[in-house]
């Protein structure tokens, strides 16, 4: 028998390989967890300003004066909240939801009117006390201000995250 070379490795320098790859095993398996959920996190933001343009092409695409975008006598700002239901595979109004309905997602679209006379120097802002009430008349509006804010709920599963997105765009006549 040839007292030679040996071929493979001892018990000991294993366990010692496993020792130092281990932890480095360890460490890449948690960062592709860490890399999924952020996947998932910004395929949820994309849904999300997916909804919110679609929604304000819609209104985009009405008339000045169409019904939705009219704001009620007296009142500063018209806001509705819509609501996805998987089940019914529709959005329907926040207030018509049955008990145990779950809204994946939420649209809150909110319109103000202003005169011209309303808008600042920066071309972009005003201020509160600066809107019209609704039943103003038409000549005297001049601009709308919508916002189109989605929302995703808690109800897609446990996690799944609170992320808002909001868009605003200002009509003249």
């Known amino acids: 028998?040839?007292?030679?070379?040996?071929?493979?490795f001892t018990l000991l320098e294993a366990i010692?390989?496993?020792?130092?790859?281990?932890?480095?095993l360890v460490a890449a398996a948690g960062l592709q967890l860490h890399a999924q959920q952020l996947n998932l996190r910004v395929a949820e933001r994309q849904r999300l300003v997916s909804l919110?343009?679609?929604?304000?092409?819609e209104l985009?695409?009405?008339?000045?004066?169409?019904?939705?975008?009219?704001?009620?006598?007296?009142?500063?700002?018209h806001e509705t909240t819509e609501a996805?239901?998987?089940?019914?595979g529709a959005w329907i109004l926040e207030e018509d939801l049955e008990p145990g309905q779950n809204a994946r997602y939420l649209l809150r679209i909110r319109v103000r009117q202003f005169n011209i006379?309303?808008?600042?120097?920066d071309g972009f802002s005003f201020t509160i006390g600066d809107r019209l009430p609704g039943g103003t008349s038409a000549h005297d509006v001049h601009l709308?201000?919508?916002?189109?804010?989605?929302?995703s709920t808690p109800a897609g599963g446990a996690l799944?995250?609170?992320?808002?997105v909001s868009l605003r765009w200002l009509r003249a006549i």
């Open 60 to 77: 985009r695409a009405l008339p000045f004066d169409a019904a939705a975008l009219q704001i009620r006598g007296g009142e500063l700002e």
């Open 52 to 57: 919110a343009l679609a929604r304000l092409e």
């Open 1 to 8: 028998m040839s007292t030679g070379s040996h071929r493979g």
């Open 160 to 164: 799944r995250r609170h992320d808002v």
């Open 16 to 24: 010692l390989a496993l020792a130092i790859l281990g932890p480095a």
């Open 117 to 121: 006379d309303g808008l600042r120097a």
């Open 144 to 151: 709308k201000e919508v916002r189109v804010r989605a929302e």
């Open 84 to 88: 996805w239901v998987d089940e019914e």
